[in-house]
């Protein structure tokens, strides 16, 4: 079935610094994908949609100056948490879907600690 | 904006016991699907449903679309240990994007 690998799984990092989460369609082109948001116990909250070759949407509330989203090619998409502060510590993860298939297919998260 | 909620927020079950987890949208939905994540682990597709009045089942897991397609509910007969998990409902509603809910967290207590 199709697979969505995300990198890294866990990460943690100072206050201030950057981290890049990864996300790669490994057998499936994914012209479009889903970033969201994950606190412990919560629901999903849908943070930005990356469309390859073009800008993302951001959902309202989002700052895409913080969450910078480049979805270069039809397999990798990447997010990019900038200055990160404790406050942006969260699950991240990010959903594809293969064109004519039903459901979403999930990377595995990135958990974000920031200290 | 639209909003999807589910009840009830928890469960605890015996191993054996039914479950049932109820999905309510405030708007009008093209479709809703259903997803389960494990305890540490990412949600998991698990159906979608389309129609109006729409039943489907997975072995124990019967899912249905209501009538008006805002609800949904998804029941789960005679539950084991590896129903644990939290289950989220995510509608769909025209906005090239999937509204998830705020989650069902099952636990099956042996």
């Known amino acids: 079935g199709a697979v969505v690998s995300q990198h890294p799984s866990r990460v943690i990092c100072k206050s201030g610094t950057s981290v890049k989460i990864e996300c790669r369609s490994l057998?499936?082109?994914?012209?479009?994908m889903f970033w969201y948001r994950q606190f412990p116990k919560q629901s999903l909250m849908l943070m930005a949609t990356s469309n390859e070759g073009s800008k993302a949407t951001y959902e309202q509330g989002v700052e895409k100056d913080k969450f910078l989203i480049n979805h270069a090619s039809l397999t990798l998409s990447t997010l990019t948490v900038t200055s990160a502060h404790p406050e942006d510590s969260s699950f991240y993860i990010c959903?594809?879907?293969?064109?004519?298939?039903?459901?979403?297919?999930f990377g595995s998260g990135t958990r974000l600690t920031v200290v | 904006g639209q909003q999807v909620m589910q009840i009830p927020q928890y469960q605890h079950v015996q191993e054996g016991e039914d479950f049932t987890t109820y999905c309510n949208s405030s708007t009008t939905l093209s479709n809703i699907q259903w997803y389960k994540q494990r305890p540490g682990g990412h949600p998991v597709f698990l159906i979608q449903l389309v129609k109006s009045g729409e039943v489907k089942k997975q072995k124990r897991l019967t899912f249905q679309f209501g009538e008006a397609k805002k609800n949904s509910s998804l029941h789960i007969t005679a539950t084991q240990t590896t129903d644990v998990g939290t289950y989220f409902c995510a509608g769909y509603s025209g906005t090239y994007k999937y509204i998830f809910g705020t989650g069902t967290r099952l636990k099956v207590l042996a």
């Open positions: 959903s594809a879907r293969v064109r004519g298939g039903y459901g979403y297919t």
């Open positions: 057998d499936f082109q994914a012209t479009t």
